[in-house]
């Protein structure tokens, strides 16, 4: 399941695509700019929250396998 952090990742993505979109229609350079910034800022937010996930996953696993459950 995901956790907090990838979900804030993936909704960083999501406006920053539309600031993106938005900032070359209507030709505004800077708000194209930072749509792109946010939507980087989503893209590690989102892998950092995934590599915590997966650690946690794998301490329970360890932590089961030490246990014997």
Partial sequence: MRN???IKGKGKQ???AIKD???K???D???AAEGRAERREGQIQQKIG???RKAGEL???VGNAISGK
């Fill in 14 to 16: 999501i406006a920053g």
């Fill in 29 to 31: 350079p800077d708000l």
């Fill in 25 to 27: 229609l209507i030709n």
């Fill in 4 to 6: 907090k952090q990838e």
């Fill in 50 to 52: 995934k590599t915590r």
């Fill in 59 to 61: 301490l329970e696993k």
């Fill in 21 to 23: 979109k938005v900032g």
